[in-house]
């Protein structure tokens, strides 16, 4: 009979899902414009007199790299994120997908998964920044560590986001930008000046609220080199919330 | 256990009556698919409503209906992609909602149009469905279906740069590549070319002996061909449960006679008319006529005997087409 062996984990074909989808970066254009896109913006940010001014200051230090880079993603990271259930509504593979023995958290999680490494691998395209500033000087490791860390977790963040909204809708061009929008609200929700705005308006206590929720505030808090319990339980809770609404969408639209 | 809302063929005798090339059910043959007053609505529309039936070991079962009928909406609920309002589906006895894993494992399903990974290879998009699936030894299983549904030669192009046949091949392989006990096809010929067609239908009556194979067309020919029951669908409820061959003698003009003569012979036709079992005769032309026998009876050796002396240019049995008899029920049901 069938050569299969049947198993039936929460989890299981997660592994298939990631391999495929991971592999999908690399097998159409899109996953290398992205890298182009990403490292030109990041370097050219990072190194411009008007914004980084990396090469004036010369200090060992990524601090310009790092304060571009949640600016960087806002854009690309909803890029990534547009095509990964949109595209499968669209084109009816998504029929395929869940009636096959895998669970809906299972190709779900495998997608962000799949996604979140392919950001990660770009991030480390960035290491020649590194080498440079490890040339110019004795720079922070820690706080280089810690910044790097901060970037992927917030790349995590934008992607969960980007990926609910690409299971609400089939139109990867409406994903991508309700994805952008809301990132971009979850992100200067903590800049001080919006921060300040609330304080006004709605008093000190909303003022706290708001500035704990900031993707900016936690990610400013880990480019300073500090690695704060509450930063990772912020972005881990916050990517997880992101993700189980995803899930909760997709379960709905998935058929419509 | 079917469900039959016209009466004209519930009382219909068994399928070996029908005799042709109808391939016999074995009576004890396993259950494969067990479906329960199955519904699904959309707001006020009924999808699929309250249809049941079972597929066995063996079996052929070709869904058919016009464009709406609910065909993909209950395989789509048979396979678990959709849930049901109401009803019940069992695939090789697991239930499709309380153990959908286990269920799904025993399904090879092509969907609509043959969905697939267009920027994949065709190898590459095999291994995927196999490792979801979890086959134990992934080469093997490609080769033997690549084999099967004649890939070879395309099997390391980007699916999205192949034709429809061969796409629909593609689907057709990843379907079967865990060797699954039940096949659920939603329009595996349409929009095939003649030759693709006849290859995927041998395919299809290839794979039939130890599976269960559930197909939807609107092809009745296909139907006719390689299925060993049909099933009519309208408007979510099945009209009709029965063989091929036994619907067709349900056909209007099932075993009608079309004479040709050399030249006109008004005696002829006024003796064929005359008949106790003609039940109707029309003249077409002075030169041919078509007879309708009563109860759709075989009534050739008659005619010809009654016609031995004239001379004749073509005479023509009619089989009865089961597109007649389809038009028949299902537009009963729309109107």
Same mark, same amino acid.
């Given at each position: 009979?069938?050569?299969?062996?049947?198993?039936?984990?929460?989890?299981?074909?997660m592994k298939a899902v990631f391999k495929r989808e991971f592999k999908g970066y690399f097998s159409s254009p899109l996953g290398y414009i992205f890298i182009v896109i990403f490292l030109v913006t990041s370097g050219w940010l990072t190194l411009s007199r008007d914004f980084g001014r990396f090469l004036e200051l010369r200090q060992a230090s990524l601090d310009p790299f790092f304060t571009y880079i949640p600016w960087v993603f806002v854009i690309l990271v909803p890029a990534v994120a547009m095509r990964l259930w949109a595209e499968e509504r669209k084109t009816g593979t998504v029929e395929l997908l869940f009636t096959?023995?895998?669970?809906?958290?299972?190709?779900?999680?495998?997608?962000?998964?799949?996604?979140?490494?392919? /950001?990660?691998?770009?991030?480390?395209?960035?290491?020649?920044?590194?080498?440079?500033?490890?040339?110019?000087?004795?720079?922070?490791?820690?706080?280089?560590?810690?910044?790097?860390?901060?970037?992927?977790?917030?790349?995590?963040?934008?992607?969960?986001?980007? #990926?609910?909204?690409?299971?609400?809708?089939?139109?990867?061009?409406?994903?991508?930008?309700?994805?952008?929008?809301?990132?971009?609200?979850?992100?200067?929700?903590?800049?001080?000046?919006?921060?300040?705005?609330?304080?006004?308006? $709605?008093?000190?206590?909303?003022?706290?609220? #708001?500035?704990?929720?900031?993707?900016?505030?936690? $990610?400013?808090?880990?480019?300073?080199?500090? /690695?704060?319990?509450?930063?990772?339980?912020?972005?881990?809770? $916050?990517?997880?919330?992101? /993700?189980?609404?995803?899930?909760?969408?997709?379960?709905?639209?998935?058929?419509? | 256990?079917?469900?039959?809302?016209?009466?004209?063929?519930?009382?219909?005798?068994?399928?070996?009556?029908?005799?042709?090339?109808?391939?016999?059910?074995?009576?004890?043959?396993?259950?494969? +698919?067990?479906?329960?007053?199955?519904?699904?609505?959309?707001? =006020?529309?009924?999808? +699929?409503?309250?249809?049941?039936?079972? +597929?066995?070991?063996? %079996?052929?079962?070709?869904?058919?209906?016009?464009?709406?009928?609910?065909?993909?909406?209950?395989?789509?609920?048979?396979?678990?992609?959709?849930?049901?309002?109401?009803?019940?589906?069992?695939?090789?006895?697991?239930?499709?909602?309380?153990?959908?894993?286990?269920?799904?494992?025993?399904?090879?399903?092509?969907?609509?149009?043959?969905?697939?990974?267009? *920027?994949?290879?065709?190898?590459?998009?095999?291994?995927?469905?196999?490792?979801?699936?979890?086959?134990? *030894?992934?080469?093997?299983?490609?080769?033997?279906?690549?084999?099967?549904?004649?890939?070879?030669?395309?099997?390391?192009?980007?699916?999205?740069?192949?034709?429809?046949?061969?796409?629909?091949?593609?689907?057709?392989?990843?379907?079967?590549?865990?060797?699954?006990?039940?096949?659920?096809?939603?329009?595996?010929?349409?929009?095939? %070319? =003649?030759?693709?067609?006849?290859?995927?239908?041998?395919?299809?009556?290839?794979?039939?002996?130890?599976?269960?194979?559930?197909?939807?067309?609107?092809?009745?020919?296909?139907?006719?061909?390689?299925?060993?029951?049909?099933?009519?669908?309208?408007?979510?409820?099945?009209?009709? %449960?029965?063989?091929?061959?036994?619907?067709?003698?349900?056909? =209007?003009?099932?075993?009608?006679?079309?004479?040709?003569?050399?030249?006109?012979?008004?005696?002829?036709?006024?003796?064929?008319?005359?008949?106790?079992?003609?039940?109707?005769?029309?003249?077409?032309?002075?030169?041919?006529? *078509?007879?309708?026998?009563?109860?759709?009876?075989?009534?050739?050796?008659?005619?010809?005997?009654?016609?031995?002396?004239?001379?004749?240019?073509?005479?023509?049995?009619?089989?009865?087409?089961?597109?007649?008899?389809?038009?028949?029920?299902?537009?009963?049901?729309?109107?």
């Open positions: 009979m069938s050569n299969t062996a049947p198993s039936h984990g929460r989890f299981t074909g096959l023995p895998v669970t809906l958290e299972a190709s779900y999680l495998g997608k962000f998964l799949a996604g979140w490494s392919f /950001l990660a691998f770009s991030l480390l395209l960035s290491a020649p920044l590194v080498w440079q500033v490890e040339r110019l000087g004795n720079p922070d490791w820690g706080v280089i560590l810690t910044g790097y860390l901060g970037c992927l977790l917030l790349a995590g963040v934008y992607l969960a986001i980007g #990926m609910l909204f690409s299971a609400l809708t089939q139109n990867q061009v409406v994903a991508f930008i309700l994805g952008t929008a809301a990132s971009v609200v979850f992100l200067i929700v903590g800049l001080p000046e919006t921060l300040e705005g609330i304080g006004r308006w $709605f008093g000190g206590y909303a003022e706290q609220v #708001m500035a704990s929720l900031s993707m900016a505030d936690h $990610f400013a808090t880990m480019t300073r080199g500090l /690695l704060e319990l509450g930063s990772l339980v912020f972005f881990f809770a $916050f990517t997880a919330g992101w /993700l189980i609404c995803g899930m909760l969408a997709l379960d709905r639209t998935k058929a419509a | 256990m079917t469900e039959t809302t016209d009466e004209a063929f519930v009382d219909d005798p068994p399928a070996s009556s029908a005799g042709g090339t109808a391939k016999p059910v074995a009576p004890l043959a396993e259950a494969l +698919v067990e479906v329960q007053g199955l519904s699904k609505h959309y707001g =006020p529309i009924r999808a +699929v409503d309250g249809i049941s039936f079972t +597929v066995r070991r063996g %079996d052929i079962l070709g869904f058919l209906g016009p464009n709406g009928a609910g065909k993909t909406t209950a395989m789509r609920l048979i396979t678990g992609f959709l849930t049901p309002d109401a009803g019940t589906v069992r695939v090789a006895g697991h239930d499709i909602a309380t153990e959908s894993l286990l269920a799904r494992h025993k399904v090879g399903y092509l969907p609509e149009n043959a969905p697939a990974y267009g *920027e994949m290879t065709v190898t590459g998009f095999l291994e995927f469905i196999a490792e979801a699936r979890g086959v134990t *030894e992934v080469d093997p299983a490609i080769r033997k279906v690549v084999a099967m549904t004649g890939l070879e030669r395309v099997q390391h192009q980007m699916i999205e740069t192949l034709s429809k046949g061969f796409k629909r091949r593609v689907g057709l392989a990843q379907a079967l590549i865990h060797d699954p006990e039940v096949l659920i096809l939603d329009e595996p010929t349409d929009g095939l %070319d =003649p030759n693709q067609k006849a290859m995927v239908q041998e395919l299809i009556s290839n794979l039939s002996r130890n599976k269960c194979i559930i197909l939807s067309t609107h092809i009745l020919d296909e139907v006719e061909r390689i299925c060993n029951r049909a099933l009519i669908i309208s408007q979510g409820k099945i009209l009709v %449960d029965s063989t091929p061959q036994e619907l067709m003698t349900q056909a =209007p003009n099932h075993n009608v006679v079309r004479l040709s003569l050399e030249s006109p012979n008004p005696q002829l036709a006024r003796t064929l008319a005359a008949q106790a079992w003609c039940k109707r005769f029309d003249e077409l032309t002075p030169t041919s006529f *078509e007879v309708f026998p009563v109860d759709g009876e075989n009534r050739l050796a008659e005619i010809l005997a009654l016609a031995k002396d004239v001379p004749l240019s073509a005479v023509h049995l009619d089989e009865g087409r089961l597109d007649e008899l389809f038009r028949h029920i299902t537009e009963g049901v729309s109107r």
